[in-house]
Nanobody, 123 residues
Framework: QVQLVESGGGLVQAGGSLRLSCVAS????????MGWFRQAPGKEREFVAG????????YDQDSVKGRFTISRDNAKNTVYLQMNSLKPEDTAVYCC????????????????WGQGTQVTVSS
């Protein structure tokens, strides 16, 4: 089992920044690819970014590339999502997830999920 706990969400004005963290415990963190997903009210959960154990990164091209940066620190069992130039449409619950193997953009491919952290961007 892998337990995931997110933090760092909050209320920010448009144009501002937040840094989300996801701390993993349980099995060896470096064995897993990590993904960040988000779900806005009334919408389906969507892939934001993912990173393999070795640091290969995939972003959702349309919505966040150039504004969000994913990174991980295997020594700290932590994956980060740095979010800059935030927009009201970024408002959502952000969750991290873990899976064996490479990054996948489908949430069905992930085995472990955190509870999520709320990000609210005001206009």
């Amino acid at each position: 089992q892998v337990q995931l706990v997110e933090s760092g969400g909050g209320l920010v004005q448009a144009g501002g920044s937040l840094r989300l963290s996801c701390v993993a415990s349980g099995r060896t963190f470096s064995n897993y690819a990590m993904g960040w997903f988000r779900q806005a009210p009334g919408k389906e959960r969507e892939f934001v970014a993912g990173i393999t154990w070795s640091g290969y990164i995939t972003y959702d091209q349309d919505s966040v590339k150039g504004r969000f940066t994913i990174s991980r620190d295997n020594a700290k069992n932590t994956v980060y999502l740095q979010m800059n130039s935030l927009k009201p449409e970024d408002t959502a619950v952000y969750c991290c997830a873990a899976r064996s193997g490479g990054v996948a953009q489908s949430n069905a491919m992930y085995n472990y999920w955190g509870q999520g952290t709320q990000v609210t961007v005001s206009s």
